[in-house]
């Protein structure tokens, strides 16, 4: 996928200026309870296991499954490449993020197939994060 | 049933605009006209409402609607949120509100040009955060990757759905093929006399690749709805027979999300609709085989299976070879959405599928079903059961 598509930007609040910052820096950020050690996405303040307040902004493995995927054709958007797959990753940390799944022919798609992450760039000097399928190691 | 626990209020006026793609006039006209026809329906006047409900995303004002319409004041007033999931949720708070005593009369609304104004459908094309108070928080996390609609939101859920219980597309045509067929009979619905093949349903693009086809998806309609509710006392007085509200309910499940449902156990469970069936059976005592018709909220086809499995019509996973089998046609075992729903008739936001729920149970509707004593109303996030007195 190209960098160059000015993908609009992610719009950070106070609760996910980590993760974007994050990406920004190309290191994909985990939310972890800083008590109970839950992981949770998208980030909130309080745990919602045993709410406590402290957390922890944890690097993750990057390694995930497909969850689910989708590719929506209508209407095509401007700021986006025709054939933009979006997923539904899950990740060996156990929790699900959105998010699109690259450098894939779709008859090659399978439910479940191991991927791994990489960011691109956005607009306004943001970043996001993406998946593709696990290279061999 | 536990007549004890369950609500003494009733639906006495139902009112509502013609159904279009353009309506020529403001929200707030639509808003009025649509109010003034349930009071009319009802016997009451704007003096006698004291109460009013409805969406966060209703872009009308309730000061706009009180001056426009010389309510002398409202005692009551309140805003629910989750867009058209929450549709049952002004019911719910108009019962509370009369029940507990804070307001005698109770109207609820909705009035939108969504086809004409704004594109319900179309995508956000601006990374605006939302709209506070609506659950929309979703999407920061969903435009930037091009997840930008309704149809894209909804599918993701809907294709993990589709992988572990074998259904496709295809499937989901029965549904929409059922709720066109509804439609064709019902002068109020924009798809009056135009029913589709499952032919058809295939031939039409698609909206969300392998998911969504533009006949899966709900239409953009201009139009407003609006309903009267007062207590049963007050009710046997005025002009139509009583529509009793059994119990209407709200639910924002552990983990759950509007629209876009990623995160709790298991993604195939509706869990919003779980927890409102078990609310709503719980309270009134009745079950699945006491439901003579489902209103079931229809954004996209597949949503039929969710509403079927999450009020107990079917088991999980079983809702595509129940609706093929027929169970949801107007002379199978639960017909749904006999107006043609929002797929239909039309598009606003859950309100008219509450209206049509009324004229079952009243026994005037252009589909009407045999022998209705009780009609379940389920949107997802809200819910409610309403019923002969």
Redesign the interface.
């Known amino acids: 996928m190209s960098e160059t598509i000015a ?5 950070p ?1 106070r609760n ?1 200026a980590f993760f974007w910052e994050g990406c920004r820096q190309g290191v994909l950020l985990g939310q972890r309870c800083g008590e109970c050690g839950v992981f949770r ?2 980030p909130r303040p309080m745990c ?1 296991e045993c709410q406590s307040l402290e957390r922890q902004e944890v690097e993750l493995s990057g390694r995930a499954t497909l ?9 095509q ?1 401007p ?2 490449e025709a054939g ?1 797959l ?1 997923a ?1 990753v899950e990740l060996e940390e156990g ?6 799944l690259c450098e894939i022919e779709e008859s090659a798609i399978e ?1 479940g197939m191991p991927l791994e992450v990489f960011f691109v760039e ?1 607009a306004d000097d ?1 970043a ?1 994060h993406q998946f593709r399928p696990l290279r061999d190691r | 049933m536990a007549r004890d626990r369950v609500s003494n209020t009733a639906i006495v006026g139902i009112g509502q605009t013609e159904f279009s793609k353009d309506s020529g006039r403001s929200e707030l006209q639509l808003a009025c006209e649509a109010i003034k026809a349930a009071l009319d329906d009802a016997g009451l006047e704007p003096a006698d409402v004291d109460g009013m409900s409805t969406f966060t995303i209703d872009n009308n004002d309730d000061v706009d609607i009180v001056r426009s319409m010389g309510i002398d004041n409202l005692r009551f007033s309140s805003r629910v949120g989750h867009g058209g999931g929450g549709s049952a949720g002004p019911l719910a708070h108009a019962m509370a509100a009369i029940d507990g005593g804070l307001a005698d009369v109770v109207v609820g609304y909705r009035a939108m040009n969504e086809r004409s104004e704004y594109r319900f459908g179309q995508s956000q094309m601006e990374n605006t955060g939302g709209s506070p108070g609506a659950g929309t928080g979703f999407i920061e996390w969903s435009l930037p990757f091009g997840s930008a609609t309704a149809a894209a939101w909804t599918s993701v859920q809907a294709q993990r759905y589709m992988h572990r219980y074998g259904v496709t597309n295809e499937d989901f045509g029965h549904v929409s093929v059922q709720l066109r067929k509804n439609a064709s009979t019902n002068p109020n619905a924009w798809f009056y006399q135009k029913p589709i093949t499952l032919a058809d349903h295939q031939a039409s693009r698609w909206i969300v690749e392998p998911v969504f086809r533009l006949l899966d998806c709900t239409q953009e309609s201009d139009g407003a709805v609006a309903f009267v509710v007062t207590s049963l006392e007050r009710a046997r007085d005025l002009r139509q027979s009583p529509v009793r509200i059994l119990h209407a309910t709200q639910a924002i499940p552990r983990n759950f999300e509007t629209v876009t449902s990623y995160y709790h156990d298991d993604v195939c469970s509706f869990d919003a609709g779980v927890a409102c069936a078990s609310e709503l059976y719980g309270r009134t005592g009745l079950g699945p085989r006491d439901i003579q018709v489902g209103m079931l909220y229809d954004h996209f086809s597949i949503a039929i299976y969710w509403h079927l499995e999450a009020n107990g019509f079917c088991k999980q996973g079983e809702g595509a070879d129940f609706v093929k089998d027929g169970h949801i046609a107007l002379d199978g075992s639960i017909p749904v959405s006999p107006n043609g729903g929002h797929i239909g008739e039309a598009y606003i936001h859950g309100m008219n599928n509450i209206a049509e729920a009324v004229r079952q149970v009243r026994g005037t509707a252009a589909n009407q079903v045999a022998d209705v004593e009780h009609v379940l109303v389920s949107a997802g996030m809200s819910g409610a059961i309403l019923g002969r007195v």
């Open positions: 993908r609009p930007a992610p719009r609040t996910s996405h998208p919602p969850y689910s995927w989708a590719k929506p054709v209508h209407p958007l700021m986006f933009t979006v539904l929790i699900r993020m959105l998010s699109n439910i956005t943001g996001v």
